[in-house]
């Protein structure tokens, strides 16, 4: 394997994520890429960098909306492509310690999230607007690519590595241990060693030998990358990062098997807070995805992008808490649950923990359901996961018709039509004998 699995072993196991974006950019309401796509100046960007001030941020009740939703680790960007660090680093003072505000928001962050028992990561951009030796002629994302009075820039790029790995370190060394790192990212020329990748992750295992690392320092393309390949490099990661989509089938390595894999992607359509942006994804789609996620073996890391004064969305906090609810009487089905060695029923999905099978049974069947894909000679029970209640095998008239399947009835009368006791996502434990 690529990874040392005990090290990916929690990862696998905890399956859901919070993700927070927050910076300069959440003041002016509008893309976190606004520097690049609107070509601003560090002068013209100056305003929102002043204007960040986010007095209202609680990190403990940002823990506390990721608990109640039953997430299980968090990311927050440390550092985004415009440059601006929400930590204390000795290397700059383009930061929130120097901003005016003065407050150390990474230490809050984790702090609070390791005191709800929430595992800790941080976001750092590899691309940087603000250093004067990252390139500008030639790059396809700096802000003044296309300025003619940047024609002449000459930037010492080992210089902006050296400080680059230098606030990495800060990372891994003043916040006490850290769970993961989520690098962002490597696009056209600048892969891998163009990062001095090598140095970089001997550095960070060096100093936090348990912490997991994505796949972006060489991996462009939304997330997918040579993690996949039966010879990865040192650097390829511990697993691969899609965003803004669910791979169908999840992802696996060149000879089929299965990879740890998280897709990311926003609650509604934007990273950081954008203003007017109220397609949220209800409960229902997030619990099915994640079903879907988890039936595939991936994890689902959320995104919420608070507020410019701090606090979450009014909205993300109601849908999260509703996600959180289901969990509560459904999470057995997730946590630690993964891949089920079954062919996908029509009416949902399949999770799997050792010898215990869930069946996440999304549409309302005529009559009695289908287990479709099990071996009804195996069947040793099947009960509501969210109350245990017993649901007995259906037989009647279907024995000879369908002499190998298992069916269910969710009422007293395996011939009627019954709703399903959770619109969103009833899930069925089915006990296997295994022997």
């Given at each position: 394997?690529?990874?040392?699995?005990?090290?990916?072993?929690?990862?696998?196991?905890?399956?859901?994520?919070?993700?927070?974006?927050?910076?300069?950019?959440?003041?002016?309401?509008?893309?976190?890429?606004?520097?690049?796509?609107?070509?601003?100046?560090?002068?013209?960007?100056?305003?929102?960098?002043?204007?960040?001030?986010?007095?209202?941020?609680?990190?403990?009740?940002?823990?506390?909306?990721?608990?109640?939703?039953?997430?299980?680790?968090?990311?927050?960007?440390?550092?985004?492509?415009?440059?601006?660090?929400?930590?204390?680093?000795?290397?700059?003072?383009?930061?929130?310690?120097?901003?005016?505000?003065?407050?150390d928001l990474v230490r809050e962050y984790v702090e609070a999230f390791r005191a709800e028992g929430i595992k800790v990561g941080l976001y750092?951009?590899?691309?940087?607007?603000?250093?004067?030796?990252?390139?500008?002629?030639?790059?396809?994302?700096?802000?003044?690519?296309?300025?003619?009075?940047?024609?002449?820039?000459?930037?010492?790029?080992?210089?902006?590595?050296?400080?680059?790995?230098?606030?990495?370190?800060?990372?891994?060394?003043?916040?006490?241990?850290?769970?993961?790192?989520?690098?962002?990212?490597?696009?056209?020329?600048?892969?891998?060693?163009?990062?001095?990748?090598?140095?970089?992750?001997?550095?960070?295992?060096?100093?936090?030998?348990?912490?997991?690392?994505?796949?972006?320092?060489?991996?462009s393309g939304g997330g997918f990358g040579s993690i996949v390949s039966d010879s990865p490099s040192p650097w390829a990661g511990d697993w691969?990062?899609?965003?803004?989509?669910?791979?169908?089938?999840?992802?696996?390595?060149?000879?089929?098997?299965?990879?740890?894999?998280?897709?990311?992607?926003?609650?509604?359509?934007?990273?950081?807070?954008?203003?007017?942006?109220?397609?949220?994804?209800?409960?229902?789609?997030?619990?099915?995805?994640?079903?879907?996620?988890?039936?595939?073996?991936?994890?689902?890391?959320?995104?919420?992008?608070?507020?410019?004064?701090?606090?979450?969305?009014?909205?993300?906090?109601?849908?999260?808490?509703?996600?959180?609810?289901?969990?509560?009487?459904?999470?057995?089905?997730?946590?630690?649950?993964?891949?089920?060695?079954?062919?996908?029923?029509?009416?949902?999905?399949?999770?799997?923990?050792?010898?215990?099978?869930?069946?996440?049974?999304?549409?309302?069947?005529?009559?009695?359901?289908?287990?479709?894909?099990?071996?009804?000679?195996?069947?040793?029970?099947?009960?509501l996961l969210e109350n245990g209640q017993p649901l007995n095998r259906a037989d009647l008239w279907l024995t000879d018709p369908f002499p190998?399947?298992?069916?269910?009835?969710?009422?007293?009368?395996?011939?009627?039509?019954?709703?399903?006791?959770?619109?969103?996502?009833?899930?069925?434990?089915?006990?296997?004998?295994?022997?």
């Amino acid at each position: 394997m690529f990874i040392a699995a005990s090290r990916t072993d929690w990862f696998t196991q905890a399956r859901f994520g919070l993700f927070i974006h927050l910076g300069p950019y959440s003041v002016l309401g509008g893309e976190e890429w606004v520097r690049s796509i609107d070509r601003l100046s560090i002068e013209q960007y100056q305003p929102a960098v002043d204007g960040f001030q986010p007095h209202e941020l609680d990190a403990q009740a940002w823990a506390r909306s990721a608990a109640a939703a039953g997430m299980k680790y968090a990311v927050l960007t440390a550092k985004h492509h415009d440059g601006f660090c929400l930590f204390d680093s000795a290397l700059t003072t383009y930061s929130v310690m120097h901003n005016g505000f003065g407050r150390d928001l990474v230490r809050e962050y984790v702090e609070a999230f390791r005191a709800e028992g929430i595992k800790v990561g941080l976001y750092y951009s590899l691309l940087d607007w603000h250093h004067p030796d990252y390139p500008v002629v030639g790059d396809e994302h700096h802000p003044h690519r296309d300025d003619p009075a940047w024609a002449d820039h000459c930037p010492d790029f080992d210089r902006y590595l050296d400080y680059m790995h230098g606030q990495v370190e800060e990372l891994v060394t003043k916040y006490g241990e850290i769970d993961i790192l989520w690098f962002d990212f490597s696009y056209g020329s600048m892969l891998a060693d163009k990062w001095r990748a090598r140095e970089l992750i001997e550095m960070v295992r060096w100093h936090q030998p348990n912490v997991i690392i994505n796949n972006r320092l060489e991996t462009s393309g939304g997330g997918f990358g040579s993690i996949v390949s039966d010879s990865p490099s040192p650097w390829a990661g511990d697993w691969v990062s899609p965003e803004q989509l669910v791979p169908e089938g999840g992802v696996r390595n060149e000879r089929g098997e299965p990879v740890p894999w998280e897709s990311c992607f926003t609650h509604n359509n934007h990273w950081g807070y954008f203003r007017d942006d109220d397609a949220y994804k209800s409960p229902r789609l997030l619990i099915r995805k994640l079903v879907e996620i988890v039936s595939n073996g991936g994890n689902m890391l959320l995104n919420v992008g608070p507020r410019p004064e701090g606090a979450f969305p009014e909205e993300s906090i109601q849908v999260l808490a509703k996600v959180g609810d289901w969990l509560d009487k459904n999470g057995e089905s997730v946590y630690g649950a993964g891949i089920a060695d079954l062919p996908k029923p029509a009416w949902g999905y399949y999770t799997q923990s050792g010898s215990t099978v869930y069946a996440h049974v999304l549409e309302q069947p005529v009559g009695p359901l289908a287990l479709t894909g099990i071996d009804a000679s195996q069947v040793r029970s099947v009960r509501l996961l969210e109350n245990g209640q017993p649901l007995n095998r259906a037989d009647l008239w279907l024995t000879d018709p369908f002499p190998g399947t298992y069916f269910v009835s969710f009422g007293d009368n395996p011939a009627f039509t019954y709703p399903l006791p959770d619109e969103d996502d009833t899930v069925l434990a089915i006990e296997l004998d295994m022997e």
